[in-house]
Nanobody
Framework: QVQLVESGGGLVQAGGSLRLSCAAS????????MGWFRQAPGKEREFVAA????????YYADSVKGRFTISRDNAKNTTYLQMNTLKPEDTAVYYC???????????????WGQGTQVTVSS
């Protein structure tokens, strides 16, 4: 069983930055692609970014491209989401997920964390 724990969320002003972390409970993290999704109140959970198990391939939603960066440290079983130039519309609960390969669809991931709240004030 792979367990994922997100951290790093919080309240930040527009234009600010946050770095989210997602720690996995097992070394199988290194063989799994990782993704970040977010869900705002009243909206569907949406794709944000994904990274292959090797870290060589990344994908981003158009809405975050150029502002967010996904990375991973397999030695630490951790993936990160660096978020810069944050906007109020980035406010959501952010979830990390693990799956067999990097995907933009929720269906591509077998394991999910509990989420961390990110609030961007204007």
């Amino acid at each position: 069983q792979v367990q994922l724990v997100e951290s790093g969320g919080g309240l930040v002003q527009a234009g600010g930055s946050l770095r989210l972390s997602c720690a996995a409970s097992r070394r199988t993290f290194s063989s799994r692609a990782m993704g970040w999704f977010r869900q705002a109140p009243g909206k569907e959970r949406e794709f944000v970014a994904a990274i292959s198990w090797s870290g060589t391939t990344t994908y981003y939603a158009d809405s975050v491209k150029g502002r967010f960066t996904i990375s991973r440290d397999n030695a630490k079983n951790t993936t990160y989401l660096q978020m810069n130039t944050l906007k109020p519309e980035d406010t959501a609960v952010y979830y990390c997920a693990a799956g067999a390969r990097a995907a933009v669809s929720r269906n591509g991931y077998n394991y999910w964390g509990q989420g961390t709240q990110v609030t961007v004030s204007s």
